[in-house]
């Protein structure tokens, strides 16, 4: 059976979060943290709508929005590479992956000619979960890269959920590592260990 956290690790992590909670129960701002909240979706709203209306009074708003969803959307774009082992992996938003794709190639093919395979897929993710998860990174088991341990915000928070991944499979591993949100880290002991802060 799995460790799943190293005692220490975790006892440090428990007193850091109950001490953060003591100080932060005087903040007014609280509530903001709420990111799914009714007040604070709707204090973003207002805020938006100030801000796009200033925006909007310039001449050149549409012709300079339509210009930035020409390159954002783009597949011209260089994929920004992480070597990990043998492969490159990359993460790609587009028009036709909003929440994106977390892909890779082999070394040698990225050099010459990527051949894009998908290990996961955001947007599909976020229908079977009912989630809108937003990908935030992996931590790759060394030296094998067989394992990762993956990093999802549900909508974008600083909060991460950190779930074990099967790179061999390209599927979260069943019973496997599957740590709650929160503002953290996590490094690889061996297989069967994490430190988590």
């Not at 597949?75 to 028009?95: C, H, L, T």
């Not at 082999?106 to 000619?113: F, G, H, N, T």
Request: charged share 30%; aromatic share 14%.
């Amino acid at each position: 059976m799995k460790i799943r956290f190293v005692l220490n690790m975790l006892f440090i992590s428990l007193f850091i979060t109950a001490y953060s909670f003591a100080q932060e129960a005087g903040d007014p701002n609280l509530w903001l943290e709420d990111i799914d909240g009714t007040k604070a979706l709707d204090w973003v709203k207002a805020h938006d709508k100030a801000t796009l209306s200033i925006l909007e009074k310039y001449p050149d708003f549409k012709k300079i929005q339509k210009k930035n969803e020409e390159i954002l959307d783009s597949k011209e774009r260089i994929a920004d590479p992480s070597i990990v082992g043998s492969y490159v992996y990359n993460f790609w938003q587009d028009s036709k992956n909003e929440r994106g794709i977390w892909r890779r190639t082999k070394l040698e093919d990225y050099l010459v000619k990527p051949k894009w395979e998908t290990v996961l897929d955001i947007d599909e993710l976020s229908k079977a979960d009912n989630a809108k998860w937003v990908f935030k990174g992996a931590n790759f088991l060394y030296p094998s890269f067989e394992r990762c341990i993956l990093s999802l915000s549900k909508g974008g928070g600083d909060a991460v959920v950190k779930k074990e991944f099967d790179l061999v499979k390209k599927e979260f591993v069943h019973d496997g590592f599957d740590l709650p949100a929160a503002k953290g880290s996590v490094t690889w002991k061996d297989h069967n260990a994490l430190y988590v802060s």
